[in-house]
């Protein structure tokens, strides 16, 4: 069984209130405020890229070395989940079926 | 809010909760998803029941659980899931003027409760904010119904998936669900060719960087992402403004 730690108990309470942060960020205070132009318009990038940042190299890095082998069943898996999200824009429908192609290429061919 | 008797006994609070209910299956295959991959990781019992509790946001868990495994420095992770948030800081500014009238800490509350699907689903139903105080009450209540719906829904999922996790032995892979999820996610804020941009130079710069200590790679990436597309709007203002 897996077991307990402060370190990780901290980084839960710490992105707990990461959560309330950006959820409430403007109405934490009562007077009207405005984010520097620069800050409003980052705010259109950052969630993007760090989703990127974070799914990419689980997608296409072994232990952060670059695959070298088409026969590794995230690469087919990613390609059909992202597809059909653009087809049918339902994140549920891209996690369904990119399961449905990397169960069988993971368990089935041992890729 | 929706252990104030003013808003569950609000006949719009039962509205929120029917028009979020079509959303409920794909809300708790995510938490479902999300408890699976939380104890996959590692984690204890605990700490996933903690997570689930407390976090309440899967993409920015569901983001912070590699970089955990990998022993990240806790700054490092805290900015990631900061950085995965941004986009709640959007949806707050938008949702300030119908909110501004109550106190602070039940602005904060609401807030905290309000994701994704509720912030699109009450901001459609309410392109304005309620002029009268039964106006504003009733906004206020199909939010709470929104929310609590949404929450519920959220909350169950992923103990269930905390619960069966242990059942599935850890070769099948099945964290990798997790990512695809943050992958839809990441396709559905796909909406300009600018945040096109803004991933792709981040996933490259993130493979490019992974050598980095401390995970630094993720910090970097989107430092270079959202500098670059930055500069770029600089350089051709007009026709990229809209993005």
């Known amino acids: 069984m897996n077991h307990t730690d402060f370190w990780t108990l901290g980084i839960i309470i710490g992105l707990a209130l990461v959560t309330v942060l950006t959820r409430s960020f403007f109405f934490i205070s009562s007077k009207s405020w405005q984010l520097p132009h620069w800050a409003q318009r980052g705010l259109q990038y950052a969630p993007i890229a760090a989703l990127s940042a974070v799914v990419v190299p689980e997608i296409v890095t072994v232990q952060g070395v670059l695959v070298t082998t088409w026969q590794d069943p995230r690469l087919f898996a990613a390609v059909v989940g992202a597809g059909f999200y653009f087809w049918r824009r339902d994140v549920l429908l891209t996690i369904l079926t990119g399961m449905a192609v990397y169960l069988p290429l993971h368990l089935g061919l041992g890729w | ?243």
């Open chain 2, 1 to 243: 809010m929706f252990f104030l008797s003013r808003l569950y006994r609000h006949p719009a609070f039962v509205v929120g909760m029917r028009e979020v209910s079509p959303q409920s299956p794909g809300i708790a295959a995510w938490g479902l998803m999300t408890g699976v991959a939380m104890v996959k990781s590692g984690m204890s019992l605990f700490e996933a029941s903690a997570m689930t509790l407390l976090v309440f946001a899967g993409s920015s868990q569901l983001a912070a659980i590699p970089l955990i495994v990998a022993g990240a420095p806790a700054w490092v992770i805290l900015a990631t899931g900061f950085c995965v948030n941004l986009r709640f800081v959007v949806f707050s500014l938008h949702l300030r003027p119908y909110l501004m009238h109550l106190p602070r800490w039940q602005r904060m509350f609401h807030g905290y409760l309000t994701a994704d699907i509720s912030y699109v689903l009450f901001t459609r139903k309410y392109p304005q904010p309620g002029e009268t105080p039964q106006e504003r009450l009733a906004q206020e209540a199909y939010l709470a119904g929104n929310d609590f719906l949404n929450w519920a829904s959220w909350i169950v999922a992923s103990f269930v998936g905390i619960a069966l996790a242990n059942l599935i032995p850890p070769s099948w892979g099945l964290g990798f669900a997790g990512i695809l999820c943050l992958l839809g996610i990441q396709c559905s804020l796909a909406s300009s060719r600018m945040r096109i941009l803004s991933a792709a130079v981040a996933g490259v710069a993130a493979v490019v960087a992974y050598s980095l200590p401390l995970k630094l790679n993720i910090v970097v990436a989107i430092a270079v992402a959202v500098i670059l597309c930055l500069t770029v709007e600089q350089l051709k203002p007009a026709s990229k403004a809209q993005a």
